[in-house]
């Protein structure tokens, strides 16, 4: 039996440090990803969202171990946020109008019949609400910019802010695709203030001005 990999210590796009803003080049990776609308706080979407992802994953993980003889440590939660008008997100921060998709990695070895008998095992087991929404698909970010942030989620405004209008213009780059959170702190265990989650963007080149 290998050593369990954990991906936090090992993934360079699991990297980041606060207050330093790094271009990282993402590539295409898998997740288990459920969909949703509206405050992740009081949503019982959310909440279902998660009790579904997580005992597909650690069927994954345990029968990779059996099997495969190839042990890891479940990655971190994830999670894409996006908004129709994107201030709800970035400056007014109005959860009523998000829209996420929250996930978590799937190491590539795992294929996805794994993930489809993962599925049917924890549906004879406890058959949570949503998991017929679990699906298996794959994200290309490409080019990101991304930092640290250590506090609550209530306070990220600020970073989002300085992210989006100074960091990413002020280097040529526009965003593009959807914002990014990775959350390394285990939330039942961390208090708020010194919760550590990563902030990422991709972004392309930006439109050459007007001559």
Known sequence: MTNAIDFKKTFDPYRARRGQFRVVDVPDLRYLMVDG??????????????AALYPVAYTLKFASRRELDRDYVVPPLEGLWWAADMDAFTTARDKSQWDWTVMLMVPD???A???TSAVEQVRTKRAPAR???????????????QTLHVGTFEDEGPVLERLHREIIPGQ????TGTHHEIYLSDLRKVA????????????????????
């Open 172 to 175: 040529g780059l526009a965003p």
């Open 131 to 145: 998991l017929d929404d679990v699906r298996l698909e794959a994200l290309s970010e490409g080019r990101c910019v």
């Open 113 to 115: 019949d794994r993930v």
């Open 109 to 111: 070895w795992i294929d």
């Open 37 to 50: 609308h509206g405050d992740p706080n009081t949503s019982v979407a959310f909440a279902d969202a998660l």
């Open 192 to 211: 708020p203030e010194k919760q550590r989650t990563i902030l990422r963007q991709p972004v392309t080149a930006a439109p050459a001005p007007d001559a």
